[in-house]
């Protein structure tokens, strides 16, 4: 990852899953991002490596949270992808 951020924002995350279960997660993109389309676009990303790709994601679902100091284990998948996703319920 770039050196210019250190922080990343924080977008809490629901989505409705195919069998009408709830994900809950939280996307991870430096602060420069400021799109939240793009913030969608990787949440897209992310419903289609679980199997749920076409599952609503949009304000209602996805929603800015925090901004959070940048953790070593986020930060390959940010220089990779331009995110990275913390599961917290419903997503395996």
Request: charged share 25%.
């Given at each position: 990852m770039q050196q210019q951020s250190r922080k990343v924002n924080v977008w809490d995350t629901?989505?409705?899953?195919?069998?009408?279960?709830?994900?809950?997660?939280?996307?991870?993109?430096?602060?420069?991002?400021?799109?939240?389309?793009l913030i969608y676009e990787y949440g897209q990303a992310y419903l289609a490596t679980k199997g749920q790709e076409g599952q609503a994601l949009a304000a209602e679902q996805c929603r800015f949270c925090h901004v959070e100091q940048l953790r070593a284990e986020w930060e390959q998948d940010i220089a990779s992808k331009g995110f990275f996703v913390i599961e917290m319920e419903g997503c395996k």
């Open positions: 629901y989505v409705t899953r195919k069998d009408g279960g709830i994900m809950h997660f939280d996307i991870l993109a430096p602060t420069e991002v400021a799109d939240p389309q």
